[in-house]
């Protein structure tokens, strides 16, 4: 993608990079010819594009799991997997990862209220009430959480599994893409979302 600012790739590529040192089944890039870790092409257009090669992580995706074959155990894996995750980056920092992303949930409150207008009445009634919630419950103490880089996207299709018909384990994570200095329990939460 064109417009995917090179300082994000690197800080994609640092944090792939270590993971992998800390034992975590992540993807990494590999490096080219002269050493380095991105590639920067122009097509015929003059459009410069950042190339880069990532290395393959075996295992099937979450997503192709039957549901019913989700278990306890797989949910209790899934846990200590994106545990590790955050273990393993607690020490890393990169300046690519102070970004704003509409996906980041500690830019929640402002993306639902820019998008509000969007709504029929009887939903946005519905909306503002969590709202209301959120502006008088949780920002007060938004500033006591910890906070870190975090991979911020912890999807089924981002997890890989050890078997689809019968899935006990995380076998790896892979698409840095949504990487950013968040709240670190936006991790979990995006985790249980999509494991639910």
């Not at 417009?3 to 994000?8: C, G, I, Q, S, T």
């Not at 996906?103 to 998008?115: E, F, H, N, P, T």
């Not at 009887?122 to 709202?131: G, H, P, R, T």
């Amino acid at each position: 993608n064109s417009a995917e600012p090179k300082l994000e790739l690197e800080m994609q590529n640092a944090a792939m990079a270590h993971l992998t040192e800390k034992q975590c089944t992540v993807p990494h890039s590999l490096k080219n010819q002269h050493g380095e870790s991105i590639t920067t092409i122009t097509n015929t257009q003059q459009e410069c594009f950042c190339l880069r090669i990532l290395t393959f992580i075996p295992g099937k995706f979450y997503a192709d799991a039957l549901p019913l074959s989700h278990s306890k155990g797989l949910w209790s894996d899934l846990g200590q997997f994106i545990a590790n995750i955050d273990l393993a980056l607690s020490d890393f920092t990169h300046s690519g990862a102070f970004r704003y992303l509409d996906w980041d949930l500690m830019q929640g409150y402002r993306v639902c209220m820019s998008k509000k207008y969007l709504l029929k009445e009887n939903q946005a009634c519905l909306v503002e009430k969590f709202l209301t919630l959120y502006q008088t419950q949780t920002m007060p103490v938004l500033s006591q959480l910890p906070q870190g880089v975090i991979h911020n996207d912890a999807n089924d299709y981002n997890l890989l599994v050890d078997n689809i018909n019968s899935p006990g384990r995380i076998t790896g994570m892979i698409d840095f893409g949504d990487m950013v200095h968040s709240h670190i329990i936006n991790e979990l939460a995006i985790a249980c979302a999509y494991a639910l």
